[in-house]
Nanobody, 116 residues
Framework: QVQLVESGGGLVQPGGSLRLSCAAS????????MGWYRQAPGKQRELVAT???????NYADSVKGRFTISRDNAKNTVYLQMNTLKPEDTAVYYC??????????WGQGTQVTVSS
């Protein structure tokens, strides 16, 4: 089995920063693309950013220039550096990993609240 454990969420003031981490563990041969998604109350889950095993990245327009996704392949970990946070960034953030031969796995989610 594969587990994804997220950390780094919390309460931050508008304009502040947070760094999310997501570590994959278990029976992993290799991991392809990894990504971060978020779901705000009453809204559908949406893509925030993705990164391939080779380091190519993709961002939602709403976070371009403010968020940075990165990964450490040796640690099977993906990060999301979030700067200049806005109240509309408030959501539960989920990581996802595409594990070779096993498919896609989701983390349990971590709450990010941006409020003064």
């Amino acid at each position: 089995q594969v587990q994804l454990v997220e950390s780094g969420g919390g309460l931050v003031q508008p304009g502040g920063s947070l760094r999310l981490s997501c570590a994959a563990s278990g029976s992993i041969f290799s991991i392809g693309a990894m990504g971060w998604y978020r779901q705000a109350p009453g809204k559908q889950r949406e893509l925030v950013a993705t990164i391939t095993s080779g380091g190519s990245t993709n961002y939602a327009d709403s976070v371009k220039g403010r968020f940075t996704i990165s990964r450490d392949n040796a640690k099977n970990t993906v990060y999301l550096q979030m700067n200049t946070l806005k109240p509309e960034d408030t959501a539960v953030y989920y990581c996802k990993a595409n594990v070779a031969l096993l498919g896609g796995y989701w983390g349990q989610g971590t709450q990010v609240t941006v409020s003064s």
